[in-house]
Nanobody, 124 residues
């Protein structure tokens, strides 16, 4: 069983930055693809970013490309999401997720393990 715990959310003004972390348990972390998703009130959960197990390929939603950066530290079993130039529309609960297949995907259902989420609120 894999457990994921997000941290780093909070309240920030528009234009500011936050860095989310997702610490994972389990010895197989380095073989998993990791993703970040978000869900705003009244909306469906949507893809934000993903990184494959080799730490080579990254994928981003068009809405965050150029502002957000996903990275991972396999020695620490942790994945990060650096969020810059935040906008009010980035306000959501952010979830990290693990995909044992390792390739990285934009598709929510391809992730088997999920964290509990961390709230990000961007004020205008």
């Amino acid at each position: 069983q894999v457990q994921l715990v997000e941290s780093g959310g909070g309240l920030v003004q528009a234009g500011g930055s936050l860095r989310l972390s997702c610490a994972t348990s389990g010895r197989a972390f380095s073989t998993y693809a990791m993703g970040w998703f978000r869900q705003a009130p009244g909306k469906e959960r949507e893809f934000v970013a993903a990184i494959n197990w080799r730490n080579i390929n990254t994928y981003y939603a068009d809405s965050v490309k150029g502002r957000f950066t996903i990275s991972r530290d396999n020695a620490k079993n942790t994945v990060y999401l650096q969020m810059n130039s935040l906008k009010p529309e980035d306000t959501a609960i952010y979830y990290c997720a693990a995909d044992p297949r390792g390739l990285g995907s934009r598709i929510l259902n391809e992730y088997d393990y999920w964290g509990q989420g961390t709230q990000v609120t961007v004020s205008s």
